[in-house]
């Protein structure tokens, strides 16, 4: 499993897409961060990372669904699919390595916006006035949301060999499980059960965690829906052989 998970890391750097979308992904933040008018944190007049977090799930997005399109729509289209699962590595231990990888470098991205939250604390009046709770409590959010989204990512990969069609269905996928039902949740026709339907939603337990409380139901909920679509991926797998 680890020399397959190592190969995912080398694969995804060594190609042009890693630079593009990482830079892409840190450009973005920064230009909301510190450029664009009443969105920049010097202009907000405040010690907070708001903006970073409430941008980052929707940028993850594409940052993810590019990520992860490659994990086994790429092997399917170069024909190297039958002969990684007939090597002495089990379905879930192949499964579990592409994700894997693909969390790291999720991880890996975030690691340059440390460098924010250590300038808004050094520029706080007086040095230090920031909620570093809620903030560490934030990231832990959006690493559980990325593992999400990653887990939504190599399920659309594993559905077809053309890479665009599993970007595309991946960014869909993760739209609309983010999103979705807390939309769906304000029609007045789902009123009667309105809080089950926003509580379905990757939202409402993203936005329970970046308060700065970490409650083991939004944990286990965001364990479980990452277990439910890597099942998915291995189901997908045990079928297409």
Request: glycine letters at 6%.
């Given at each position: ?7 995912e890391?080398?694969s ?12 892409v ?15 920049n ?25 590019a990520?992860t ?18 090597k ?7 499964v579990?390595?592409k994700?894997?990888?693909?969390l ?17 604390y ?10 570093s709770g ?12 990325g ?7 190599v ?5 077809t ?39 379905l ?15 083991t ?25």
């Open positions: 499993m680890f020399p397959l998970f190592v190969k890391i080398r995804f750097l060594s190609s042009l897409i890693a630079i593009v979308v990482i830079v992904f840190l450009l973005a933040i920064g230009l909301f961060m510190w450029i664009f008018p009443d969105s944190a010097l202009d907000y007049g405040y010690s907070n990372m708001d903006i970073l977090f409430s941008m980052a799930p929707w940028i993850f997005i594409f940052l993810i669904s990520i399109m490659r994990s086994f729509a790429e092997e399917k289209r170069l024909g190297t699919f039958e002969s990684l699962v007939t002495p590595i089990s379905d879930l231990q192949i579990l390595a994700y894997l990888a693909g790291v470098l999720v991880v890996f991205s975030l690691l340059p916006t440390l460098l924010y939250y250590y300038t808004i050094q520029l706080g009046a007086p040095k230090g006035n920031i909620d809620a903030i560490w409590g934030s990231y832990i959010g959006l690493i559980l949301l593992s999400c989204y990653v887990s939504i990512g399920f659309a990969s594993s559905i060999e053309n890479q665009i069609i599993a970007f595309i269905v991946s960014m869909f996928l993760c739209f609309f499980c983010f999103s979705a039902f807390e939309q769906l949740s304000k029609l007045t026709v789902f009123s009667s059960f309105d809080y089950i339907l926003e509580w939603g990757i939202n409402y337990h993203y936005q329970s965690i970046s308060r700065g409380v970490l409650d139901r939004d944990v286990v909920y965001f364990l479980s829906f990452t277990a439910l679509f890597l099942g998915f991926t291995f189901n997908r797998m045990n079928k297409g052989k």
